[in-house]
T-cell receptor, first 116, second 112 residues
Framework: DPKIIQKPKYLVAVTGSEKILICEQY?????MYWYRQSAKKPLEFMFS???????DNQTASSRFQPQSSKKNHLDLQITALKPDDSATYFC???????????????FGSGTRLTVL | QEKVQQSPESLIVPEGAMVSLNCSFS?????SIWWYQQHPGKGPKALI???SNGNKKEGRLTVYLNRASLHVSLHIKDSQPSDSAVYLC????????????WGLGTSLVVNP
C-alpha cells in the first residue's frame, strides 16, 4: 500500500487556470515537502513544512501556495498556470525536518501536470 | 550555487555485472550524500547515504565518499534486471539539511 498518496496522478490544465495537487502521508511523519521534476532538470526543492508550519520556500513565484489543513496533508495550489509549470510534482515526507543530519525522504508517485 | 553532477548519463550492462555510478559535488561544506533510485512513473526511493569519508556497504550496494576530491560513487554488485532505473545523487549542506540538491541522474538498464 502506498504510504504517500498523491492525487491526481495526471492533470491537464489550460493556461491561466488554477489547480490543486493533493498529498496525504500515512507514515506518521512530522515534516512534509514539495519537489518539482521537469524534463532535463534536476529535482527541485520547493517547500518544506514541519508540524504544519512553513519552514522554507524556494519558489520564486507566489503562484505556488502550499496548504496544510491537517498534520498529514500538504496540498499545493497553483494559480495562473503557465506552460512552463508543466512538470511532475512530488510530495515527500520525513520523520523530522533535517537537523544535524538530513533525514531520509519518502516520496509519493507524483502528479504529472501538463499546461496547454 | 551548489551543484551536483552525475556520470555517466546512461549505462547498459548485462545481468550480473558490477555497476559503478559517479557523483561530484561543488562544495566541501556538504553534509550527507544520498543515493536514490527512481523507476518510471514513481517517486525516488532512498537507497543508501554516507556522511563520513570512506565506504559504507549495505547488501549489494557499496558507496565510497572522498571529501577531498568532492566525489562519491555507488557500486552495485551482481546487478539484476530489477535494478534498471534512474539513480539520483543528492547532497545536503551544512545549515540546510532540510533541502537536498540533486543531480540529473544516471539511467541504468540491466539486460537479462
Amino acid at each position: 500500500d502506498p504510504k504517500i498518496i498523491q492525487k491526481p496522478k495526471y492533470l491537464v490544465a489550460v493556461t491561466g487556470s488554477e489547480k490543486i495537487l493533493i498529498c496525504e502521508q500515512y507514515l506518521g511523519h512530522n515534516a512534509m515537502y514539495w519537489y518539482r521534476q521537469s524534463a532535463k532538470k534536476p529535482l527541485e526543492f520547493m517547500f518544506s513544512y514541519s508540524y504544519q508550519k512553513l519552514m522554507d520556500n524556494q519558489t520564486a513565484s507566489s503562484r505556488f501556495q502550499p496548504q496544510s489543513s491537517k498534520k498529514n496533508h500538504l496540498d499545493l495550489q497553483i494559480t495562473a498556470l503557465k506552460p512552463d509549470d508543466s512538470a511532475t510534482y512530488f510530495c515527500a515526507s520525513s520523520q523530522q525536518l533535517g537537523g544535524r543530519s538530513a533525514e531520509t525522504l519518502y516520496f509519493g508517485s507524483g502528479t504529472r501536470l501538463t499546461v496547454l | 550555487q551548489e551543484k551536483v553532477q552525475q556520470s555517466p548519463e546512461s549505462l547498459i550492462v548485462p545481468e550480473g555485472a558490477m555497476v559503478s555510478l559517479n557523483c561530484s559535488f561543488s562544495d566541501s561544506a556538504s553534509q550527507s550524500i544520498w543515493w536514490y533510485q527512481q523507476h518510471p512513473g514513481k517517486g525516488p526511493k532512498a537507497l543508501i547515504s554516507i556522511f563520513s569519508n570512506g565506504n559504507k556497504k549495505e547488501g549489494r550496494l557499496t558507496v565510497y565518499l572522498n571529501r577531498a576530491s568532492l566525489h562519491v560513487s555507488l557500486h552495485i554488485k551482481d546487478s539484476q534486471p530489477s535494478d534498471s532505473a534512474v539513480y539520483l545523487c543528492a547532497v545536503s549542506y551544512v545549515g540546510d539539511n532540510s533541502k537536498l540538491i540533486w543531480g540529473l541522474g544516471t539511467s541504468l538498464v540491466v539486460n537479462p
